[in-house]
């Protein structure tokens, strides 16, 4: 039996962890070009989020595999098709990858990994120059290519809504159209 | 989340396509939603906005202060590591609940260093010495401390901090600052005042080792009940200060500082106690060119051993960033707006030389 819809607890991930997730991309830029004291309070913020977005994606992603998701409309043109496939794979990744990296890079710098109080992290990477540099870089370019998935995710998502009003939007609606109508 | 019937629901049939101009209208609307966004994510991240004062601003400057600071620190940028231990006398768990104040002995890894842009630079010229440390209490929790000589700091922010570097940086013309520039600061920024005083009237001497080290920054202790201490910590010599004129301390070699210190730990460790000051209410935390009245209150919180030295560039200290506001819990940054920057600035520093260290290594095939 396949769905129509994702589920309300795929939904609810969905939104929750987009706001969570575009929160992270402007709190990410916004506090590396800052020397105001809301520095602190962002990293502060930044650090903890993340690792909750971790586990958000990894839970996300095992519902994901047991739940599926709603077929594509079939009059979708293959390339379409791919695209939403393969923007979908990437914003997976990244939502698993960015996270690893900012506390690989963490402890590749020598740092220790507070997410807040006593709250701590081992270190998942060994205190080594050329692997914080390597990750550290890393976790500045696939946050702008997150970015740019995101923004084309979400010109499609609005083109499914808007233009061609195929029903791809409702399957992930927070709300359902039998409520609405 | 509302209640929704997923699977049973049949597929709801697709409402008709709009016409032409609707189309129009929705595209128009995506374009813009999606171009806003960009704007947005563009105006955070401060690529519209060229004049914000960003650490990689304040990096940029630093780094153009004479010689070349590739691969090293941006500021203190010459120095040697050192290791050690703290031994903490267990005063000081009354007002921090920090676990590296609680009785013990716990090791240190830390870093003296003259307080300049060139990595060669001779010692005689750095006005301003600096001790570092990093402590690691058994449970894993770190106090990463850097402090300085001066009883005060130059600047009270981020901004004035800035204009300072710029008016310091090295003219390409001449190969000099332009003293003017200097001048014109300090003539601009009469909170200097205290800190130009010292650099002008406090004798030179011949070590590290005889020097006291200040927080400057203040901090929070916070005890048991939750309650929270302002405090400055001060590391304070045992050694005697051993003065000497800055001209003779110039004729001993640029390396003067390293030599002295090699030759005395050879002799033996050197201590420092480690002396929180308790703040007064109404006196500034925001404000590090401002000293506390000498008679507030003080706890002697331990012992610093220093028992030997490293060099950078293989020592224990060359990749670890001293950050002020990597603190153990029971420790928290004040009010002081210097202290977001430091961590925010430290950090782009930190993240230059790493990469820079790299890039050494692949091209030299050797680690430095
Ligand atoms: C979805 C997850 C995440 C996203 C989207 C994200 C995004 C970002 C972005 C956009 C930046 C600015 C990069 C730059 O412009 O150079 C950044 C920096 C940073 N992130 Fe993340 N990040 C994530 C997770 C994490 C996690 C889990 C940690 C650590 C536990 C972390 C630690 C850092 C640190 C330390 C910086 C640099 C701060 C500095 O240099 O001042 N990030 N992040
Ligand atoms: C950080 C932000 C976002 C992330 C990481 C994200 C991620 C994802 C992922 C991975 C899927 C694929 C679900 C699957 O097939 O397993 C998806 C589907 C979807 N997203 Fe997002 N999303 C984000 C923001 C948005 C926004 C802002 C919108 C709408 C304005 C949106 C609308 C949709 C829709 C309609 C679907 C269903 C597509 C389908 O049926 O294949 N998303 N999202
Ligand atoms: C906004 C003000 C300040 C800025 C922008 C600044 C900038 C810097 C930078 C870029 C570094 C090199 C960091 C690295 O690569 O690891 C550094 C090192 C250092 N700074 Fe500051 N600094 C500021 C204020 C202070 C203050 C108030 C003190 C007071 C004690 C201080 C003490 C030190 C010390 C001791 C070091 C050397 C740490 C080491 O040996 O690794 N700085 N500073």
Known sequence: ?181 | MPPARDTASPPPAPPPRPGRTRQAAAFALIAAVCGLSATAFAYTGGWLSPDRLTPARIVDALSDRGGDPIGHRRNHSKGICFLGTFEASGAGTALSTASVLARGSYPVVGRFAIATGDPMAADASGRVRSLAVRIVAPDGQEWRSGMNNSPVFVVATPRAFYEQTVASEVDPATGHPDPKALAHFFATHPESAPFLAWAKTAPWTTSFADQQYNSLNAFRFIDASGASHPVRWSLVPTAAPQVEPVAALAAKGPDFLEQDLKARLARGPLTWHLVATLAAPGDPTDDATKAWPADRPTVDLGTLEVTTAQDEATGACRDINYDPTILPTGIAPSDDPLLAARSAVYANSFDRRTAELARHATAAGSAR
């Open chain 1, 1 to 181: 039996m396949t769905p129509t819809r994702f589920s309300p607890l795929q939904r609810g991930l969905h939104w929750l962890m987009a706001a969570a997730i575009i929160a992270m991309l402007f709190i990410g830029v916004g506090m590396v070009t800052t020397v105001q004291p809301r520095y602190l309070a962002l990293i502060a913020v930044h650090k903890p989020l993340g690792i909750a977005i971790l586990l958000l994606a990894l839970l996300r992603i095992g519902v994901r595999l047991r739940r599926g998701a709603p077929p594509l409309p079939a009059d979708l043109p293959p390339i379409q098709r791919f695209g939403a496939h393969a923007s979908h794979l990437v914003l997976y990744g990244l939502m698993v990858a960015m996270p690893l990296i900012g506390w690989a890079m963490l402890s590749a710098g020598g740092y220790p990994v507070v997410l807040g109080g006593v709250l701590r992290l081992p270190p998942i990477a060994p205190h080594d120059d050329a692997l914080q540099a390597v990750l550290r870089t890393a976790h500045t370019w696939l946050a702008y290519a997150l970015f740019l998935t995101v923004i084309a995710h979400l010109g499609a998502a609005l083109m499914h809504a808007l233009i061609r009003r195929d029903g791809v939007f409702q399957t992930m609606a927070p709300w359902s159209r039998a409520n609405r109508a």
